[in-house]
């Protein structure tokens, strides 16, 4: 089987069509509205798999987890780049403005350059130069982008109240346990180094 | 011990927005990531450059010097950021959302029980609605008109009125309880008349059925009369005619017994004939609904006769032997009915209107600008016009808000504000002002009128006057519930419809709300100066912004957040912030003034739905659908109580900002608006759809006849 990195984004690519394809009554009228509602979902789906990858990886093979987190996290920037982009061409092709000037696309487009951030920092020769002290806190933004993307969609009329409040949940319950899971990391560490400090200091 | 590295990021954009950043979320964000990236950069850069160890006693001064400040930056910014990323009333909103997008999911939110009204149910793959309640005796069933919806029309007399505030949806057989605002309305006399020798004085109450009848002394009688009586007027001194929802009947003044009956689809407005050209012997011109409106002559017996065919139903009618004169709100004109027909422009519809002689009717305005309209912001200039019958032209005005001695500011006015009935006899006009809760009396050569103050009474916004034959004047007060008959200026008798005792809480707050709305500001300013009796005058005005925009109805709102064009208040109590800031503040001092006014706004019933068959309907919200219209005006409120940019619905509007807000109406009673669109270019429903474009809908490609068929299903909501 490939990585999944490289059928991911095109499966995520396939949601998107589908999703305008159901929501849009005909390609040529409803389709643009379709395709941004779908990309949008599939983006906001996509990081919350990759926020849960690790989580959900726990006690399986790190490597094959950490292929998975990053392929999902990919899709899910590539998801929001299309999300945008469609935008740009369809809804909001002639109030571009309203994208730093109304808060709740604001909140998207800061998730989707932070999104686009951590795409770029993803690649194995980038990751390597920016050691993983530096990559690690960096790519704890996504959590950041989760938040955002819930104010994105708050003001959204367009977004159900019920998704919203299930991705929002979503992202507080991964925050909540990567909190917990860097707490019981540095206890354990200080343990460790206790441990380890204490036969020498005899 | 040693300082974290999250520490070291934090504390870095803590400094970095406390000293360069805006109040905004995006700032905070922005000064996160440049910490990160910054402190990142110095880790590439020299990996033990942070490795810092510090005493606890350095540690926290060093927290508090870096975190201190950003946090009271953060509180004091934090009203700023609410604000700007509009998270003010958010709660409010989300709610509403909540309520309609919970399937089965019902609109609107409120319950009359004085009249019919239609709901509608979004019950997605549902194939039977009905609506259940305490003290429904039979359960409205509902109508499917396709996608989900259905269609629920609810009349208290053929159900029953319903006793509390919730409603059980029987949808396929399983109950879902939703709760709604119950509204029983209390008494409301209007349309104040006097008989010919004017021994005796009338009004009617729409909401509780009734008619009232006085004399100097105080009450004569109050009659039960047909559903819903909207006008009167007295045949001769011992008859009255009464216009309901069913028809005209002939009432004996003191028993009120019924002398004839003449059964007419939604009768309005009734006038005495006084001989007026074309009704001949006839003694009385009703006004019915339908399309077109229709002035009907109504002979003794109450047989009706062709008399004149208009293009609204006029908000007000007089006759006098010279002609009968008709005000229409939405063409903001009059229309004189003599041996010929003319049409006279105002430039704002007229509130009320009177004859004061066979040949001058007196007209109550807002403003009075024919020709382009005056542009001042929110500009209102309460007048009271001459219209003299046989020269068909406005011969003379009377500017009426002035300043009386109480004022403390300079340019605030206190005294004749918002005219609302006008009673001419002789050469006295007595005018009663609900915007400044008075009556005044103008008599010829008297540099300022005389004053009765209703101050320190029951009565307030009184919208009828009379003076009856022994000089004792006869007010109306619809909000209070009663009537008042003064004598010298002092209130010599009350007459309640009601008793106030026995209202509700919410009741007394919607009369609390009730009396803000038609109060006036110091600028003279009042809520009903646009919107008339709540609903929306048609007119378009600058309201501070930068271009005219359409007078919006206040009717229909509950649950509709956020509201005005902008979409810039989520709560309609906020509204109130316009009237204290931008027009000078309320004359009387109330403390929450913002809930009762809210209150009373919610229970204000829509205007009754036209009526479609179901065929039609169905046909409609597949052309509805197809344009996809419920993108924004999603089932069942007709809104996604949301906003969207003016550039993506509208692009070829130049007068729009690109980025300009336009809130997602709801289209329930859309028929009873316009002119349409957010600076009122489309003066009707159908020309909504000339928007070049297909942005506003994909209606491009509909036909004339899906058209009318969408245009059809909209009036009828």
């Known amino acids: ?202 | 011990m040693r300082v974290p590295r999250q520490g070291w990021v934090l504390g870095l954009a803590a400094a970095l927005w406390t000293v360069g950043g805006d109040a905004d979320l995006a700032s905070v964000v922005l000064a996160y990531i440049a910490a990160l990236v910054l402190v990142g950069l110095l880790l590439a850069w020299r990996p033990r450059s942070l490795d810092l160890r510090l005493s606890p006693i350095a540690a926290t001064v060093l927290a508090l010097g870096v975190f201190g400040p950003a946090l009271g930056a953060a509180i004091e910014r934090a009203p700023a950021i609410a604000e700007g990323e509009e998270l003010l009333g958010i709660g409010e909103q989300l709610g509403d959302r909540w309520a309609y997008e919970r399937k089965p999911a019902i609109a609107p939110p409120v319950v009359f029980t004085d009249r019919p009204q239609r709901f509608y149910v979004h019950a997605p793959g549902a194939s039977s609605v009905r609506l259940e309640g305490a003290g429904l005796d039979a359960a409205p069933a509902g109508d499917e008109l396709g996608h989900g919806l259905f269609r629920v029309d609810y009349d208290p007399i053929r159900h029953g009125a319903l006793d509390e505030s919730a409603v059980r949806l029987r949808v396929d057989g399983r109950v879902h309880e939703r709760s709604v605002e119950r509204v029983v309305p209390t008494a409301h006399p209007r349309r104040l008349k006097a008989n010919p020798s004017r021994t005796l004085a009338a009004a009617v109450s729409e909401e509780t059925d009734a008619l009232v009848v006085v004399n100097a002394e105080g009450f004569v009688g109050a009659h039960t009369t047909r559903d819903r009586p909207r006008d009167l007027a007295f045949v001769d001194d011992e008859r009255i005619a009464v216009a309901s929802a069913a028809g005209v009947a002939l009432l004996d003044a003191r028993t009120g017994d019924v002398l004839a009956e003449q059964p007419l689809a939604d009768a309005r407005v009734l006038a005495r004939a006084n001989g007026a050209p074309r009704t001949g012997d006839a003694p009385l011109v009703v006004g019915v609904g339908g399309t077109p409106a229709r002035l009907l002559s109504l002979t003794e017996a109450l047989e009706p006769e062709a008399f004149a065919e208009l293009g609204e139903m006029p908000d007000a009618l007089v006759c006098t032997a010279s002609a009968c004169v008709a005000a229409l709100r939405r063409a903001a004109s009059v229309v004189v009915l003599g041996a010929d027909r003319e049409e006279l422009p105002l430039g704002r519809p007229a509130v009320t209107l009177a004859a004061s002689d066979p040949a001058t009717v007196l007209l109550a305005v807002t403003d009075y600008s024919p020709g382009e309209p005056h542009l001042g912001n929110h500009f209102v200039q309460d007048q009271i016009l001459t219209l003299d019958l046989e020269r068909r032209a406005i011969v003379a005005r009377r500017p009426t808000a002035w300043r009386s001695a109480r004022q403390a500011g300079a340019g605030d006015v206190d005294r004749g504000l918002s005219p609302m009935a006008l009673d001419a006899h002789g050469d006295v006009l007595r005018v009663a002002f609900a915007g400044s809760d008075e009556v005044e009396v103008f008599r010829p050569g008297a540099p300022v009128p005389d004053v009765v103050d209703l101050a320190g009474t029951p009565l307030f916004a009184p919208q009828g006057v009379v003076r009856l034959h022994d000089g004792a004047l006869v007010v109306a007060s619809p909000g209070a519930g009663a009537l008042g008959i003064f004598r010298e200026g002092s209130l010599a008798t009350l007459v309640r419809l009601e008793d106030p005792a026995e209202r509700s809480p919410t009741q007394a707050l919607r009369v609390r709300g009730e009396h803000s709305f038609y109060e006036a500001t110091r600028s003279g300013v009042a809520c009903q100066s646009c919107h008339l009796h709540a609903d929306t005058d048609h007119v378009l005005r600058n309201i501070g912004g930068r271009r005219l925009a359409p007078t919006l109805t206040v009717r229909g709102v509950a649950d509709t957040a956020p509201y005005l064009r902008d979409g810039s208040y989520p709560r309609i109590r906020d509204l109130t912030h316009l009237s204290t800031t931008l027009l000078g503040d309320w004359l009387r001092p109330e403390a929450g003034r913002g809930v009762a006014l809210e209150a009373y706004v919610r229970a204000l019933p829509r205007p009754p739905a036209r009526p479609l068959p179901l065929g039609a309907a169905r046909a409609g919200l597949e052309v509805f659908v197809r344009a996809g219209c419920p993108s924004c005006h999603a089932f069942p409120a007709f809104t996604s109580l949301g906003s969207v940019p003016a550039g993506a619905l509208f692009p070829a509007q130049t007068a729009l900002a690109e980025d300009e807000r336009l809130d997602i109406p709801s289209l329930l009673s859309v028929g009873a608006r316009g002119p349409f669109l957010a600076d009122g270019r489309a003066p009707t429903l159908r020309s909504v759809f000339d928007e070049p474009g297909d942005r506003h809908g994909f209606t491009a490609a509909l036909s004339s006849a899906e058209l009318h068929q969408l245009v059809a299903f909209l009036e009828s909501l």
Do not use: C, Q
């Open chain 1, 1 to 202: 089987m490939k990585a999944p990195s490289r059928w991911l984004p095109v499966l995520a690519l396939l949601a998107i069509a589908a999703g305008a394809a159901f929501a849009g009554s005909d390609w040529t009228a409803a389709a643009w509205v379709g395709a941004s509602r779908a990309s949008g979902w599939v983006a906001a789906a996509l990081l919350v798999a990759a926020l849960a990858a690790s989580p959900f990886g726990t006690g399986m093979d790190p490597r094959r987890v950490k292929r998975w987190r990053r392929a999902l996290g990919i899709s899910a920037a590539l998801a929001a780049l299309v999300h945008l982009a469609i935008g740009l061409a369809g809804p909001l092709r002639d109030s571009l403005a309203t994208l730093w000037t109304w808060p709740s696309y604001r909140a998207g487009t800061l998730a989707t350059v932070i999104l686009t951030l951590l795409l770029l920092t993803s690649f194995p020769s980038v990751v390597r130069r920016l050691r993983v002290r530096v990559w690690k806190p960096l790519h704890r933004l996504a959590y950041v982008a989760g938040g955002l993307v819930v104010l994105h969609l708050l003001r959204l009329p367009f977004a159900p109240l019920v998704g919203v409040l299930v991705f929002g949940a979503a992202v507080g319950v991964l925050l909540l346990w990567r909190l917990g899971e860097g707490l019981r990391k540095r206890r354990a560490e200080a343990r460790e180094l206790n441990e380890g400090a204490h036969p020498a200091s005899r």
